[in-house]
Protein backbone atom coordinates (compact mmCIF):
# COMPACT_ATOMS: atom_id res chain seq x y z
CA UNK A 1 0.00 0.00 0.00
CA UNK A 2 1.50 3.54 -1.05
CA UNK A 3 0.42 6.95 0.84
CA UNK A 4 0.78 10.48 -1.11
CA UNK A 5 2.77 12.62 1.40
CA UNK A 6 3.74 16.10 0.02
CA UNK A 7 7.46 14.90 -0.08
CA UNK A 8 6.35 12.75 -2.95
CA UNK A 9 5.58 15.71 -5.38
CA UNK A 10 7.81 18.24 -4.43
CA UNK A 11 7.23 20.06 -7.90
CA UNK A 12 3.35 20.45 -7.09
CA UNK A 13 4.00 23.68 -4.47
CA UNK A 14 5.07 26.17 -7.12
CA UNK A 15 2.77 25.55 -10.14
CA UNK A 16 0.21 26.03 -7.38
CA UNK A 17 1.09 29.24 -6.11
CA UNK A 18 1.46 30.13 -10.26
CA UNK A 19 -1.51 28.54 -10.87
CA UNK A 20 -3.24 31.12 -7.70
CA UNK A 21 -1.20 33.83 -9.01
CA UNK A 22 -2.80 33.39 -12.68
CA UNK A 23 -5.96 33.55 -10.65
CA UNK A 24 -5.79 36.73 -9.31
CA UNK A 25 -4.85 38.60 -12.43
CA UNK A 26 -8.03 36.76 -13.78
CA UNK A 27 -9.90 38.17 -11.04
CA UNK A 28 -8.34 41.85 -11.86
CA UNK A 29 -8.70 41.90 -15.44
CA UNK A 30 -12.94 41.72 -15.15
CA UNK A 31 -11.71 45.97 -13.63
CA UNK A 32 -10.15 46.38 -16.86
CA UNK A 33 -12.65 44.16 -19.13
CA UNK A 34 -15.12 46.83 -17.19
CA UNK A 35 -13.32 49.70 -17.92
CA UNK A 36 -12.87 49.32 -21.64
CA UNK A 37 -15.93 47.15 -22.18
CA UNK A 38 -18.19 50.25 -24.22
CA UNK A 39 -14.85 52.05 -25.83
CA UNK A 40 -15.37 49.63 -28.51
CA UNK A 41 -17.25 46.72 -29.96
CA UNK A 42 -16.36 43.22 -28.24
CA UNK A 43 -15.36 41.68 -31.75
CA UNK A 44 -13.00 44.29 -31.96
CA UNK A 45 -11.71 43.92 -28.16
CA UNK A 46 -11.19 40.58 -28.91
CA UNK A 47 -9.43 40.46 -32.14
CA UNK A 48 -7.10 42.75 -30.17
CA UNK A 49 -6.68 41.10 -27.05
CA UNK A 50 -5.72 37.45 -28.87
CA UNK A 51 -3.65 39.12 -31.59
CA UNK A 52 -1.56 40.97 -29.08
CA UNK A 53 -1.39 37.80 -27.10
CA UNK A 54 -0.03 35.81 -29.71
CA UNK A 55 2.64 38.59 -30.77
CA UNK A 56 3.30 38.80 -27.14
CA UNK A 57 4.61 35.06 -27.00
CA UNK A 58 7.20 35.37 -29.62
CA UNK A 59 9.46 37.22 -27.15
CA UNK A 60 8.94 35.20 -24.70
CA UNK A 61 9.41 32.13 -26.94
CA UNK A 62 12.85 33.87 -27.66
CA UNK A 63 13.93 34.09 -23.63
CA UNK A 64 12.96 30.10 -23.09
CA UNK A 65 15.20 29.39 -25.65
CA UNK A 66 18.07 31.80 -25.33
CA UNK A 67 18.49 31.03 -21.69
CA UNK A 68 17.50 27.44 -21.46
CA UNK A 69 14.34 28.09 -19.38
CA UNK A 70 12.05 25.53 -21.17
CA UNK A 71 12.78 22.83 -23.35
CA UNK A 72 10.78 24.07 -26.14
CA UNK A 73 9.51 21.31 -28.74
CA UNK A 74 6.38 20.25 -30.86
CA UNK A 75 4.75 18.11 -33.18
CA UNK A 76 2.42 17.55 -36.05
CA UNK A 77 0.24 16.30 -33.46
CA UNK A 78 0.43 19.00 -31.21
CA UNK A 79 -0.30 21.62 -34.20
CA UNK A 80 -3.44 19.43 -34.49
CA UNK A 81 -4.89 19.95 -31.28
CA UNK A 82 -4.10 23.60 -31.26
CA UNK A 83 -6.40 24.01 -34.04
CA UNK A 84 -10.03 22.83 -31.99
CA UNK A 85 -8.21 24.57 -28.70
CA UNK A 86 -7.99 27.96 -31.00
CA UNK A 87 -11.52 27.54 -32.05
CA UNK A 88 -12.87 26.68 -28.71
CA UNK A 89 -10.85 30.09 -27.22
CA UNK A 90 -11.95 32.38 -29.83
CA UNK A 91 -15.52 31.11 -29.42
CA UNK A 92 -15.08 31.62 -25.71
CA UNK A 93 -14.26 35.04 -25.84
CA UNK A 94 -17.24 35.90 -28.34
CA UNK A 95 -19.59 33.96 -26.49
CA UNK A 96 -18.74 35.61 -22.95
CA UNK A 97 -19.06 38.99 -24.63
CA UNK A 98 -22.25 38.59 -26.37
CA UNK A 99 -23.79 37.23 -22.65
CA UNK A 100 -22.52 40.33 -20.94
CA UNK A 101 -24.63 42.53 -23.67
CA UNK A 102 -27.78 40.72 -22.75
CA UNK A 103 -27.42 38.84 -19.50
CA UNK A 104 -27.59 39.29 -15.76
CA UNK A 105 -26.57 43.03 -15.19
CA UNK A 106 -22.95 43.27 -13.53
CA UNK A 107 -22.00 40.09 -11.63
CA UNK A 108 -23.48 37.83 -14.83
CA UNK A 109 -20.05 37.06 -15.86
CA UNK A 110 -19.57 35.00 -12.41
CA UNK A 111 -21.81 32.55 -14.08
CA UNK A 112 -18.73 31.36 -16.33
CA UNK A 113 -16.54 30.96 -13.47
CA UNK A 114 -18.59 29.49 -11.05
CA UNK A 115 -20.16 27.04 -13.38
CA UNK A 116 -16.69 25.82 -15.55
CA UNK A 117 -15.09 23.67 -12.71
CA UNK A 118 -18.44 21.86 -12.68
CA UNK A 119 -18.47 21.36 -16.03
CA UNK A 120 -14.76 20.32 -16.01
CA UNK A 121 -14.62 17.57 -13.66
CA UNK A 122 -18.88 16.38 -15.35
CA UNK A 123 -16.77 16.04 -19.03
CA UNK A 124 -13.64 14.48 -17.40
CA UNK A 125 -15.87 11.58 -16.00
CA UNK A 126 -17.94 11.47 -19.25
CA UNK A 127 -15.07 11.30 -21.74
CA UNK A 128 -12.37 10.42 -19.11
CA UNK A 129 -13.75 8.21 -16.85
CA UNK A 130 -12.93 10.20 -13.83
CA UNK A 131 -15.11 9.76 -11.39
CA UNK A 132 -16.47 12.26 -9.03
CA UNK A 133 -16.09 11.13 -5.39
CA UNK A 134 -18.38 12.88 -2.62
CA UNK A 135 -15.93 14.65 -1.35
CA UNK A 136 -15.33 16.22 -4.89
CA UNK A 137 -19.09 16.22 -5.09
CA UNK A 138 -19.55 18.68 -1.87
CA UNK A 139 -17.10 21.08 -3.06
CA UNK A 140 -18.60 21.24 -6.31
CA UNK A 141 -22.23 22.18 -4.69
CA UNK A 142 -19.83 24.59 -2.52
CA UNK A 143 -18.40 26.31 -5.64
CA UNK A 144 -21.38 26.77 -7.23
CA UNK A 145 -23.47 27.84 -4.59
CA UNK A 146 -20.55 30.22 -3.44
CA UNK A 147 -20.68 31.41 -7.02
CA UNK A 148 -24.69 32.04 -6.65
CA UNK A 149 -24.68 33.57 -3.60
CA UNK A 150 -21.88 36.23 -4.27
CA UNK A 151 -24.19 36.82 -7.97
CA UNK A 152 -26.88 37.50 -5.10
CA UNK A 153 -29.19 35.77 -7.55
CA UNK A 154 -32.37 36.19 -5.50
CA UNK A 155 -32.56 39.84 -6.46
CA UNK A 156 -33.30 38.79 -10.11
CA UNK A 157 -36.52 37.58 -11.19
CA UNK A 158 -37.40 34.42 -13.30
CA UNK A 159 -36.77 36.52 -16.81
CA UNK A 160 -33.69 38.24 -15.77
CA UNK A 161 -32.14 35.03 -14.85
CA UNK A 162 -33.57 32.68 -18.04
CA UNK A 163 -32.55 35.85 -20.36
CA UNK A 164 -30.65 34.55 -23.77
CA UNK A 165 -27.84 36.38 -22.61
CA UNK A 166 -27.32 34.06 -19.59
CA UNK A 167 -27.27 30.94 -22.05
CA UNK A 168 -24.16 32.50 -23.58
CA UNK A 169 -22.73 32.27 -20.09
CA UNK A 170 -23.22 28.95 -20.22
CA UNK A 171 -22.06 27.94 -23.20
CA UNK A 172 -18.71 29.80 -22.79
CA UNK A 173 -18.43 28.21 -19.66
CA UNK A 174 -18.85 25.02 -21.41
CA UNK A 175 -16.91 26.01 -23.80
CA UNK A 176 -14.12 26.58 -21.71
CA UNK A 177 -14.28 23.35 -20.11
CA UNK A 178 -13.72 21.99 -23.14
CA UNK A 179 -10.83 23.47 -24.37
CA UNK A 180 -9.20 22.04 -20.96
CA UNK A 181 -9.39 18.94 -21.67
CA UNK A 182 -8.30 19.56 -25.03
CA UNK A 183 -5.10 21.28 -23.99
CA UNK A 184 -3.93 19.03 -21.64
CA UNK A 185 -4.24 16.28 -24.37
CA UNK A 186 -2.62 18.87 -26.79
CA UNK A 187 0.91 19.68 -24.51
CA UNK A 188 1.69 15.79 -24.32
CA UNK A 189 3.10 16.70 -27.47
CA UNK A 190 4.60 19.92 -27.29
CA UNK A 191 5.32 22.61 -24.25
CA UNK A 192 2.88 24.94 -22.86
CA UNK A 193 4.77 27.66 -24.16
CA UNK A 194 4.75 26.44 -27.82
CA UNK A 195 0.94 24.99 -27.55
CA UNK A 196 -0.23 28.39 -26.12
CA UNK A 197 1.21 30.37 -29.14
CA UNK A 198 0.00 28.06 -31.30
CA UNK A 199 -3.40 28.48 -29.93
CA UNK A 200 -3.16 32.28 -29.70
CA UNK A 201 -2.45 32.18 -33.11
CA UNK A 202 -5.44 30.54 -34.21
CA UNK A 203 -7.98 32.08 -31.74
CA UNK A 204 -6.63 35.40 -33.09
CA UNK A 205 -7.13 34.04 -36.64
CA UNK A 206 -10.90 33.39 -36.19
CA UNK A 207 -11.83 36.61 -34.20
CA UNK A 208 -10.71 38.35 -37.23
CA UNK A 209 -12.94 37.15 -39.24
CA UNK A 210 -15.91 38.13 -36.64
CA UNK A 211 -13.90 41.93 -36.28
CA UNK A 212 -13.76 42.00 -39.99
CA UNK A 213 -16.83 44.24 -40.90
CA UNK A 214 -15.31 46.54 -38.24
CA UNK A 215 -11.38 47.40 -40.02
CA UNK A 216 -9.85 46.75 -36.76
CA UNK A 217 -6.35 47.65 -37.97
CA UNK A 218 -7.68 50.72 -40.08
CA UNK A 219 -9.57 52.17 -36.45
CA UNK A 220 -7.25 51.15 -34.47
CA UNK A 221 -5.86 54.39 -33.89
CA UNK A 222 -9.52 56.09 -33.11
CA UNK A 223 -9.37 54.43 -29.69
CA UNK A 224 -7.69 56.57 -26.50
CA UNK A 225 -4.71 55.70 -24.58
CA UNK A 226 -6.70 54.08 -22.03
CA UNK A 227 -8.26 52.09 -23.99
CA UNK A 228 -4.50 50.28 -24.60
CA UNK A 229 -3.39 50.38 -21.27
CA UNK A 230 -6.12 48.12 -20.42
CA UNK A 231 -6.22 45.86 -23.45
CA UNK A 232 -2.37 45.68 -23.30
CA UNK A 233 -2.66 44.35 -19.62
CA UNK A 234 -5.59 42.07 -20.70
CA UNK A 235 -3.41 40.47 -24.03
CA UNK A 236 -0.19 40.38 -22.44
CA UNK A 237 -0.23 39.85 -18.71
CA UNK A 238 -3.93 37.85 -18.31
CA UNK A 239 -3.66 35.83 -22.12
CA UNK A 240 -0.13 35.40 -22.78
CA UNK A 241 1.32 34.74 -18.76
CA UNK A 242 -1.69 34.20 -16.83
CA UNK A 243 -3.89 31.93 -19.13
CA UNK A 244 -0.67 30.35 -20.34
CA UNK A 245 -0.12 29.40 -16.90
CA UNK A 246 -3.66 28.07 -16.33
CA UNK A 247 -2.31 25.37 -19.37
CA UNK A 248 0.88 24.35 -18.02
CA UNK A 249 -1.48 23.55 -14.72
CA UNK A 250 -3.67 21.53 -16.77
CA UNK A 251 -0.71 19.45 -18.20
CA UNK A 252 0.73 19.13 -14.64
CA UNK A 253 -2.01 18.77 -12.01
CA UNK A 254 -5.11 17.48 -14.60
CA UNK A 255 -7.87 19.37 -16.02
CA UNK A 256 -10.29 19.19 -12.92
CA UNK A 257 -7.44 20.36 -10.59
CA UNK A 258 -6.52 23.51 -12.60
CA UNK A 259 -10.20 23.93 -13.21
CA UNK A 260 -11.17 23.89 -9.72
CA UNK A 261 -8.83 26.99 -8.87
CA UNK A 262 -11.19 28.95 -10.99
CA UNK A 263 -13.30 29.50 -8.25
CA UNK A 264 -11.18 31.82 -6.60
CA UNK A 265 -11.54 34.07 -9.49
CA UNK A 266 -14.84 35.45 -8.69
CA UNK A 267 -13.61 36.11 -5.16
CA UNK A 268 -10.89 38.05 -6.45
CA UNK A 269 -13.09 39.80 -8.54
CA UNK A 270 -15.23 41.44 -5.95
CA UNK A 271 -12.57 42.16 -3.42
CA UNK A 272 -10.90 44.16 -6.13
CA UNK A 273 -13.90 45.71 -7.41
CA UNK A 274 -15.15 46.51 -3.92
CA UNK A 275 -11.58 48.25 -3.68
CA UNK A 276 -11.63 50.16 -6.95
CA UNK A 277 -15.63 50.86 -7.61
CA UNK A 278 -16.11 50.91 -4.24
CA UNK A 279 -18.84 48.60 -4.19
CA UNK A 280 -20.29 47.22 -1.30
CA UNK A 281 -19.71 43.78 0.07
CA UNK A 282 -22.69 42.10 1.01
CA UNK A 283 -23.14 39.77 3.93
CA UNK A 284 -23.88 36.82 1.32
CA UNK A 285 -21.50 37.93 -1.22
CA UNK A 286 -19.07 37.67 2.02
CA UNK A 287 -20.41 34.00 2.50
CA UNK A 288 -20.33 33.02 -0.94
CA UNK A 289 -16.55 33.62 -1.47
CA UNK A 290 -16.07 31.85 1.55
CA UNK A 291 -17.71 29.03 0.41
CA UNK A 292 -15.79 29.31 -3.04
CA UNK A 293 -12.51 29.13 -1.30
CA UNK A 294 -13.79 26.21 0.59
CA UNK A 295 -14.34 24.51 -2.65
CA UNK A 296 -11.09 25.04 -3.79
CA UNK A 297 -9.73 23.11 -0.90
CA UNK A 298 -11.79 20.43 -0.94
CA UNK A 299 -11.08 19.62 -4.91
CA UNK A 300 -7.29 20.02 -4.09
CA UNK A 301 -7.51 17.81 -1.31
CA UNK A 302 -5.78 14.62 -2.13
CA UNK A 303 -6.24 11.02 -0.49
CA UNK A 304 -2.98 11.83 1.67
CA UNK A 305 -4.90 10.06 4.95
Known amino acids: M ?11 SPIVF ?10 MSWISGKIIAEVAPAQVTVFYRLFLAAISMLPIMWVMQKFNLLNLRFNKRALA ?3 PAGFFLAFYNQLFFLGLADGLPGKGGMLVTTSNPVFTFILSAILLGQAINRRQGVGLAMGLG ?28 LTWAFLTLISQRGTRYADFITFS ?15 YQHDPFIGA ?27 LATQKLGPNRSSSFVFVVP ?3 MGLSAWYFGERLSVGVAVGGACALCAVYLLNKKASS
Do not use: R
Open 2 to 12: STTTCHDQPNE
Open 18 to 27: ALVSAMLFWG
Open 81 to 83: WSL
Open 146 to 173: GGLMMIEVWHFDLDQILAAGNLYFILAS
Open 197 to 211: TLMYFWASLLSYAFA
Open 221 to 247: AKFPAYYWHHLLFLSIVVVSIATSVFF
Open 267 to 269: VTA
